[in-house]
Every structure is written in C-alpha cells, then in structure tokens.
Nanobody
Framework: QLQLVESGGGLVQPGGSLGLSCATS????????IGWFRQAPGKEREGVSCINSREGSTYYLDSVKGRFTISRDNAKNTVYLQMNSLKPEDTAVYYC????????????????WGQGTQVTVSS
C-alpha cells in the first residue's frame, strides 16, 4: 500500500479555483493509478477523476468535465487536481486513492487512501 497525503483544500467563492495535491514517497509511484474522490455530508463517496499509471489516460465525473483537470508528475511522486469554476455542490472532503496500474470506477477497488482535505465553496 501507498501512504498518500493530500493538500490544497480550503474555502473558495463560487466560480473560484483551487488546486489539490496528492503526494507519496513510494518510489514505484508511476505504476499506480491515482483517483480523486469526494464525500459530502450524508452522501456516498464518489469518484471525481482518475489518471492511469504509465500511459496517463484520464477520466472525469460528468459534472466536473471541463472544469477539473487531473495530472501527474512521476518525478515528484505527485498527482494534482486543478479545480476551476467551482460550484457550491463541489463542497466535500476530497480524498486521493491508489490502485495498481489502471483506474477503476469502483471505490472498493482502491486500496490506499489519503486522510482527505476539505473543500468548501461558499460566498
């Protein structure tokens, strides 16, 4: 399992931007797919975006397409989620998670999780 640490959450006004980072010290990081998930109060955890390991294919939840961008820097063992045009409904705790090689649409397929970072979109 990887140890993952998220950073970059906070409070932002609607229409604003935030960037999240997910870092690990694991030297085989580039063999792992990394997903971003979120969980709002009273709701189930949902997948927001994911990036595959070596070839870097990306996937997005329909409601964030065109607003969020996932990327990775394997030299820095870090995955990023740039969030633009944020909406109040994006408010949640955001988690990054890892699984070997390829993304999956199932939360239970990811076996390493970060501690989460709060994103609040409010005026």
């Amino acid at each position: 399992q990887l140890q993952l640490v998220e950073s970059g959450g906070g409070l932002v006004q609607p229409g604003g931007s935030l960037g999240l980072s997910c870092a690990t010290s694991r030297f085989t990081f580039d063999y792992y797919a990394i997903g971003w998930f979120r969980q709002a109060p009273g709701k189930e955890r949902e997948g927001v975006s994911c990036i595959n390991s070596r070839e870097g294919s990306t996937y997005y939840l329909d409601s964030v397409k065109g607003r969020f961008t996932i990327s990775r820097d394997n030299a820095k063992n870090t995955v990023y989620l740039q969030m633009n045009s944020l909406k109040p409904e994006d408010t949640a705790v955001y988690y990054c998670a890892a699984r070997y090689y390829r993304c999956s649409g199932s939360v239970s397929d990811f076996d390493s999780w970060g501690q989460g970072t709060q994103v609040t979109v409010s005026s």
